[in-house]
């Protein structure tokens, strides 16, 4: 069981070129960095992950709308990476990641110019007890789905 102290802390995506994908996180959702930069290797790192040799690099990006102590998304980029498939909005796991955006279309554009790209169609539905809602899924440059979404109106 765990104990009384728990708190989201980050989410961490696994980059191809974190460069690449700090720069469109920042310009198109905002995120701020939260430095130092990240160069990291050793045993430690080795026994945690399981696997030999490896290395990481790259930056924490404070997620927009929670201050100064909000959760971070974590890109980094292993010196090693495995292949993958193409992500799915419904393949079991972790699928995707959501920002609450006040213009969906605008949002899916930004995405779009930025180098991302589109899954679906931009929808608006009412859920049940829950609102109206208008949401689109779309990818970052390296095909890591997002969801754009606004409650509401």
Known sequence: MLGSYVRFAHVDLVAQDWKKLVAFYERVFHCTAVPPERDLGGPWLEASTGLEGTRICGLHLRLPGYG??????????????????????????????????????????????????????????????????????????????????????
Do not use: C, K
């Open 68 to 153: 100064d102590q909000g959760p971070t998304l974590e890109i980094f980029q292993y010196n090693r990476l495995a292949e993958r498939g193409m992500p799915a909005p419904n393949r079991p796991g972790f699928a995707h990641i959501a920002f609450a955006v006040d213009d969906v279309e605008g949002a899916r554009e930004a995405v779009i110019a930025a180098g991302g790209g589109s899954v679906g169609e931009i929808v608006t539905a009412e859920i049940a007890s829950a609102g109206r809602i208008t949401l689109a899924y779309v990818t970052d440059p390296e095909g890591n789905i997002i969801e754009l979404q606004r409650w509401g109106a």
